[in-house]
Each structure stands twice: as structure tokens, then as C-alpha cells.
């Protein structure tokens, strides 16, 4: 290994200094969302797991329930959730039940996301910050259909709801109160939603008093999940919530997670570079049998044409959406199954890795966690997995 690291160039000893520079001040950069802010890791009732966000030293803050989307976590809802922080308002992210850190399975019948909801509105009205009789909610996707039942149903608990590319309610002209639906003009059939729901809760209208304000926000360029990221959205969200509680109007802060997320996964590419000499242990026979039977890398594209078909076709059969017990990653298990088979059928074979190949793979795997997930973790993904999942993948 010594020797490996003795035949690096200067030029690349050089582009070693600059990518751990560039990963060190993206974490710093990373680290500082959250300065000036309180942060709280909490457990709901029934084990629903929460996170609050607050500025220091509030009192008598409104609060914001955040509700994340289908296989989605409360990560990807923290763009949403700093920028409500950081304009005064105490916010409570959480994960439904069979997503991101939470235990059990989801109940798409809508019992399970209620639960969720219920505990972290309980667990958000006790914090010492927040003025109980001042919450809204906010959700995305399946999650907003699930804060707006929850606000028709509970609707002397929330003061305002805002619907991120809505699903579907029992929406009225009187309930939810102060009703904002928020779709991107590139995920047409979420904004189709949005102005179906508009339409049945009686139109847009600026009752604040009253309770039935009704508002709908095209947020340009976006999709389903871009949206999140938006800070047109952010700022539409921010703009409803301080009509609602009658809050002075402000700006958004700039959120700059997701470039330093990108500028951080640069300094780890640098440095795979720059040491790529280090780890160079492709066996000859490997790159052999590339040269000489390129052909088999078509078993790839038929491969994954021949999995595609079969899902399609098993999904007559029996519901591919729980297969093994997972929503969405037993099919997709299956998927790579049957492309890994067509691809091995074809003939596309490599020799059996020895030890040290063994040894380098782990170690590249292990890279790649820390290169994306670490900062993934905190950012926008939930990159670590619960035993109970761990055991599953």
C-alpha cells in the first residue's frame, strides 16, 4: 500500500489537498443551516420519530406541522422546514410509519398517517416555544392529503393548511381553514389536483378573518419533487402562514444545502481521482475478456427491457408493490433479478474475484456511503437504515 502512495505525482498530491479543503468546508457550510436555531431530536407517541426546528430564543411561536411524501422522510421536507424556522416559526418534521427512521408498516388506508400526524401535533403544542392555539400543516404528495383530512377533522386545532402537490380530501368552502394548494407547472396531474381542489373548496378568496381563504400557487419549473427545493415555494408557503397568523410579511432565507451537497460530492470525486492509481486492481483477465467479447454488454439493455416486461406482466398476477414486505423495493429488487439473470444468460461472465478484490470492493462501498450518504443523512435523504430494514436489505 506504502508503495501505492509513493508513485502519486505531485499534481496529484495537490488535487488531495484541494478535494479534502472542499469537502471540509462543504461540511462546515453544511453544519451552519442550523446556527441559530434550536434542534431537537424527539419520539412521538407510538415511536413516531420527530425532529423540531426553532429559532433560539422564541416564545409564543405559531408552529408548522411538515408531512413528507410517499417513500419519502422527514429529510426531504427540511427545505421547507428551515425556511419556516428561520422566520420565526417552530416547526415539527416527522416520519410516517414505514418510511425513514420509523418502525412498522405504512397504512395507505390512512389510519397510520393520522396517528403520525396526531403525535406530532401533541408533541409540537407542548414545546415550550409555541403558542398551542397557533399551528398549521403542511404536507407534500400523499402527505398532503393527509394534513388536509386532518385538518377537516381537527379543524379547531389548525389555523391554516398548506397542500404541496395535493392528492386528494374531502375538501369544502369552510374546511380546511385557510387552504393553500401549491403544485409545479411540470407535474401536470398535481396541479390538475390542485385546481380541482381549489374549485370544490369554493374558489380563490382572501377571507383571513374568517378562516376561508383559499389560494392556488403554480411554482415555475419544478416537479414533484423539485418543488421541494423551490424557494418560490418556499416563500409561497411562508407569504400563506404569515397572512394566516397575521405575522409582518419577510423573505426567505437563501437555502444553499443542495449546492454544497453537490460541491461536497465534487471533493470526493477529486479525491477518487487523484488516488485512483491507489486503487487500481482491475484483473487483467477482466479487462480481457471486455476486450475480446464486447458483444455481451448488450445483455444489459435487453436485461433490463426483459425485467420490465416481467413486472409489467407479474403486476396482473399478484401486487409487486409489497412483494417481500416492501412498498416499492421488493419489485425493484425483482427488477435487478431478472436483468441480473437475462444479462448471465447471455453469456456476460467475469472471473471469480480473489481476496483482494474482495477486500478493495468492500472498501469502494464503503466509500461511496461516506461520500453521498453521510451528508445525504442530514440534507435530504434518509441514508441510514433501522435494523428492521437493515435486516431486509
Request: hydrophobic share 55%.
Amino acid at each position: 500500500m506504502s508503495q501505492r502512495f509513493s508513485h502519486l505525482s505531485r499534481a496529484r498530491w495537490i488535487a488531495v489537498v484541494v478535494a479534502v479543503a472542499v469537502i471540509l468546508i462543504a461540511w462546515q457550510q453544511m453544519l451552519g443551516a442550523g446556527r441559530g436555531l434550536l434542534v431537537r431530536d424527539l419520539e412521538g407517541a407510538g415511536g413516531t420519530p420527530l425532529r423540531y426546528l426553532a429559532p433560539e430564543g422564541a416564545s409564543g411561536a405559531p408552529g408548522v406541522i411538515v408531512a413528507h411524501g410517499f417513500a419519502g422522510s422527514k429529510q426531504l421536507m427540511y427545505g421547507f422546514g428551515y425556511a419556516l424556522a428561520r422566520a420565526g416559526y417552530g416547526v415539527m418534521l416527522f416520519d410516517f410509519d414505514g418510511h425513514g427512521a420509523a418502525h412498522g408498516r405504512l397504512d395507505q388506508s390512512g389510519g397510520v398517517l393520522q396517528r403520525n400526524l396526531a403525535a406530532a401535533y401533541e408533541s409540537l403544542a407542548s414545546q415550550p416555544e409555541i403558542d398551542p392555539a397557533q399551528i398549521a400543516l403542511l404536507g407534500h404528495s400523499m402527505g398532503s392529503g393527509a394534513v388536509m383530512t386532518a385538518a377537516i377533522n381537527s379543524s379547531e386545532q389548525y389555523e391554516a393548511t398548506v397542500a404541496v402537490s395535493p392528492t386528494g380530501a374531502a375538501v369544502t368552502r369552510s374546511l380546511p381553514r385557510n387552504l393553500l394548494l401549491m403544485a409545479g407547472s411540470l407535474e401536470p396531474q398535481f396541479l390538475g389536483n390542485a385546481r380541482s381542489l381549489l374549485a370544490d373548496a369554493g374558489g380563490a378568496n382572501e377571507d383571513w378573518a374568517g378562516g376561508l381563504a383559499r389560494g392556488l400557487v403554480e411554482v415555475p419549473n419544478v416537479e414533484h419533487i423539485t418543488i421541494l427545493f423551490s424557494r418560490v415555494a418556499h416563500q409561497a408557503a411562508l407569504d400563506w402562514l404569515n397572512h394566516a397568523f397575521e405575522r409582518p410579511l419577510s423573505e426567505v432565507a437563501a437555502d444553499r444545502r443542495m449546492a454544497w451537497f453537490g460541491i461536497h460530492l465534487g471533493g470526493w470525486l477529486l479525491l477518487w481521482l487523484a488516488l485512483s492509481p491507489v486503487f487500481s486492481v482491475a484483473s487483467a483477465q477482466a479487462q480481457t475478456i471486455m476486450r475480446r467479447r464486447p458483444w455481451y454488454w448488450l445483455g444489459l439493455p435487453l436485461g433490463a427491457l426483459a425485467a420490465a416486461l416481467f413486472l409489467f406482466l407479474a403486476g396482473h398476477a399478484f401486487d409487486v408493490s409489497r412483494l417481500g414486505g416492501l412498498l416499492v423495493g421488493g419489485a425493484l429488487g425483482l427488477w435487478f433479478l431478472v436483468l441480473g439473470l437475462v444479462w448471465l444468460l447471455s453469456g456476460f461472465r467475469l472471473p471469480r474475484p480473489g481476496a483482494s478484490e474482495v477486500l478493495w470492493g468492500l472498501l469502494l462501498f464503503a466509500f461511496l456511503s461516506l461520500a453521498f450518504g453521510a451528508m445525504a443523512q442530514i440534507t435530504w435523504l434518509s441514508w441510514l437504515l433501522i435494523p428492521e430494514r437493515l435486516a431486509r436489505w
